[in-house]
Nanobody, 123 residues
Framework: QVQLVESGGGSVQAGGSLRLSCTAS????????MGWFRQAPGKEREYVAT????????DYADSVKGRFTISRDDAKNMLYLQMNSLKPEDTAVYLC????????????????WGQGTQVTVSS
């Protein structure tokens, strides 16, 4: 069973940047698809980005495309999310997730989740 722990969240002003990390332990993530989701207070969990395990073909929600970059380092068992040009509407708890086989935009397809890290963007 994998354990996922996010870090790197914080408070920034609009236009700023943050880099989130997701540390996996318990087994390798090298053969698993990974994803980032976010959840704001009172809202449903929202897809942010995914990256498959076998090809470098990341996918992004339209709301973050061009501003966020997802990447992985399987040798370190790490997943990252570089977030640039942050906006107040990016404020949320950010969670990493893992699933077997193909990447998916649906949070229901991911059985493994971290606890999340808070990102707050002020205007």
């Amino acid at each position: 069973q994998v354990q996922l722990v996010e870090s790197g969240g914080g408070s920034v002003q609009a236009g700023g940047s943050l880099r989130l990390s997701c540390t996996a332990s318990g087994r390798t993530i090298s053969t698993y698809a990974m994803g980032w989701f976010r959840q704001a207070p009172g809202k449903e969990r929202e897809y942010v980005a995914t990256i498959p395990y076998h090809v470098d073909t990341p996918d992004y929600a339209d709301s973050v495309k061009g501003r966020f970059t997802i990447s992985r380092d399987d040798a370190k068992n790490m997943l990252y999310l570089q977030m640039n040009s942050l906006k107040p509407e990016d404020t949320a708890v950010y969670l990493c997730a893992e699933r077997t086989y193909l990447a998916s935009r649906s949070s229901a397809d991911y059985p493994y989740w971290g606890q999340g890290t808070q990102v707050t963007v002020s205007s």
